[in-house]
């Protein structure tokens, strides 16, 4: 009779449910050896292998042996992964021609619509690589991307500031910089907000400053890209991602920016 009538309650303990996780994770300081080892033998266990369907979004940013991982956590699961080779920005990640061999039973679909760009702004991005000359967008051409260059950093700085006291009031402006130290000569902008990966909120209006690193996966109305002679855009691995990235987060407005000439890739702009 006992066990008839606890049946419920003997399940509930015999699957850990007398444990807060949401709470335990939620946690600021380190969890307890002990109980973490409790919540991973809960999921492993009693979660991980009923899991039937998983998701991953931008498959390009993990490494392969965090994909290998997955697999062996969701034994039982059909994976759909979504990604885009070229938006790979930090050297040593995933390949795609690794994907096959993580995912002995990959099917792929190529996505070649650009909803987001301008046409003008999608035009530009996809002739950076050959495999991306069947892109279209369904926006409407627009505006096609301007260019500040200078020789001179003072000159430069007043063609950048020029845009932003131009800026409407109701409207944003992206400055995006390459991803490493700040440059502090930025700070010589008035009237610009200068955004970290402590940044918790993007400003509603006006013009602000941010790293590529925290500008990927955005997208703003205007978009004017710092200092696209910086060595950041040369790297040999990933030089060429990072640009197709940093172009690829504005919508409507682009411009063009370098102390000096722009790279050969945008010298046609």
Not at 127 to 133: A, E, H, I, S
């Amino acid at each position: 009779m006992i066990r008839h009538d606890y049946q419920d309650l003997a399940d509930q303990l015999s699957g850990y449910q007398w444990l807060a996780f949401d709470q335990l994770i939620a946690r600021q300081t380190p969890i307890d050896a002990v109980i973490a080892a409790q919540i991973y033998a809960y999921l492993t266990h009693h979660v991980f292998p009923n899991v039937k369907q998983v998701f991953i979004d931008e498959v390009q940013d993990y490494h392969a042996s965090t994909l290998s991982l997955f697999k062996q956590l969701f034994p039982k699961a059909q994976f759909t992964v979504f990604s885009d080779q070229h938006q790979s920005i930090t050297p040593h990640k995933v390949q795609f021609e690794q994907l096959p061999t993580i995912f002995p039973q990959l099917q792929t679909a190529a996505l070649r619509t650009s909803y987001r760009s301008s046409g003008a702004i999608t035009t530009l991005f996809s002739q950076l690589f050959t495999d991306l000359t069947d892109v279209h967008a369904v926006q409407p051409a627009g505006k096609r991307p301007t260019t500040i260059c200078a020789t001179d950093f003072n000159d430069y700085l007043t063609q950048i500031q020029a845009q932003i006291d131009q800026l409407p009031t109701d409207q944003t402006l992206a400055i995006i910089t390459p991803a490493g130290d700040f440059d502090e000569r930025l700070t010589g902008l008035k009237n610009v907000h200068h955004l970290s990966t402590e940044t918790t909120n993007l400003p509603e209006t006006g013009a602000f400053t941010l790293p590529l690193t925290l500008a990927k996966g955005l997208e703003f109305d205007n978009v004017l890209l710092y200092d696209l002679t910086n060595d950041y855009y040369t790297e040999p691995t990933v030089g060429h991602n990072r640009l197709y990235t940093a172009i690829s987060r504005a919508t409507h407005q682009l411009t063009l920016s370098a102390l000096g000439k722009l790279p050969v890739e945008l010298n046609g702009q």
